[in-house]
């Protein structure tokens, strides 16, 4: 059907406030005691799940990006992470210390093309899900095993999740004086 251009975009520019309930609570980092119980903990996934994780909370990346990395992703002393959300390009995090055993264990023989978690593949065609959808379902799972939840009636989702790892990191670096330019 054709267009009238003589109609114009009613909606263009328009918000909506959203009144916030009192009491409402919003998603929420991670405190360093449940970051500590989640590494501590054993996932039925064992150290695949913990390094997906242990990445997450150590460079504040989305969980698609980390579980997308590939091996030529790491190179350099630097991770390599996918466009996320309204980002212009890639996003390049230098790895922390304490993750270059884990990369180094990761990448030991294998070419640059290959996947760094090749052990959480995504869902099978036609499915439209993200690569990290799997990682995701047994995440919730573990984390509710182990009590690291922070549930809200009538509220779909735990008010800490994976994406917490990315406000925990964040928080680190604010309260570390690091530059607000360089944690965007």
């Known amino acids: 059907a054709k267009r009238n251009p003589k109609i114009t975009n009613h909606f263009h520019d328009q918000t909506i406030k959203r009144e916030r309930v009192e009491g ?3 998603e929420r980092a991670y405190t360093d005691a449940e970051v500590q119980r989640l590494f501590m903990g054993k996932p039925l996934e064992g150290q695949s799940m913990l390094d997906v994780m242990a990445v997450a909370a150590l460079t504040g990346a989305r969980l698609d ?3 997308d990395l590939k091996v030529d992703g790491c190179a350099q002393g630097i991770f390599k992470f996918k466009k996320q959300k309204k980002e212009k390009d890639e996003r390049h995090v230098p790895i ?3 993750l270059h055993e884990l990369v180094a264990r990761r990448i030991k023989g294998r070419p640059p093309t290959a996947d760094l978690f090749p052990d959480w593949p995504g869902p099978k ?4 899900k993200p690569r990290s959808s799997y990682f995701s379902k047994r995440y919730t799972k573990y984390s509710s095993d ?3 939840r922070d549930e809200v009636a ?3 989702r735990s008010l800490v999740n994976f994406h917490s790892y990315r406000r925990w990191f964040i ?3 604010e309260r570390a004086g690091v530059d607000g330019d360089l944690i965007a």
């Open 125 to 128: 065609p036609p499915s439209k």
């Open 146 to 148: 182990i009590g690291v």
């Open 171 to 173: 928080t680190k670096l």
């Open 96 to 98: 922390h210390p304490d």
């Open 65 to 67: 990006a980390v579980v």
């Open 154 to 156: 009538g509220k779909r």
């Open 24 to 26: 409402e609570q919003e």
